[in-house]
């Protein structure tokens, strides 16, 4: 079992930044890819960036140039977002695979409201 544990969500201003923190915990020898989707009202859960294990990363086009996701260890996944909008505003879920086929993890969410 893999518990994740995401912080950082908080309502910001248009143009503003925000770091979003996950922490993986329990019996992992190895995270095949860490990262980040997001969910806003009335819309479908959508993948905002990914980390894998071999240091690929990918972003959803809405995101690039704004967002930066990064890993600090095999554990440990951020997402630094910029220049924030207000279709960014989402509940943002943590995620973690073990291998390319396993299941996924899943954090509890966290929001961010963009809104002047």
């Known amino acids: 079992q893999v518990q994740l544990v995401e912080s950082g969500g908080d309502l910001v201003q248009p143009g503003g930044s925000l770091r979003l923190s996950c922490a993986a915990s329990g019996s992992i020898t190895s995270i095949y890819v860490m990262g980040w989707y997001r969910q806003a009202p009335g819309k479908q859960r959508e993948l905002v960036a990914s980390n894998l294990r071999s240091g690929a990363i990918n972003y959803v086009d809405s995101v690039k140039g704004r967002f930066t996701i990064s890993r600090d260890n095999a554990k440990n996944v951020y997402l630094q977002m910029n220049s924030l909008k207000p279709e960014d505003t989402a509940v943002y879920y943590c995620?973690?695979?073990?291998?390319?086929?396993?299941?996924?993890?899943w954090g509890q969410g966290t929001q961010v409201t963009v809104s002047s």
């Open positions: 995620y973690a695979k073990l291998g390319p086929y396993s299941n996924i993890y």
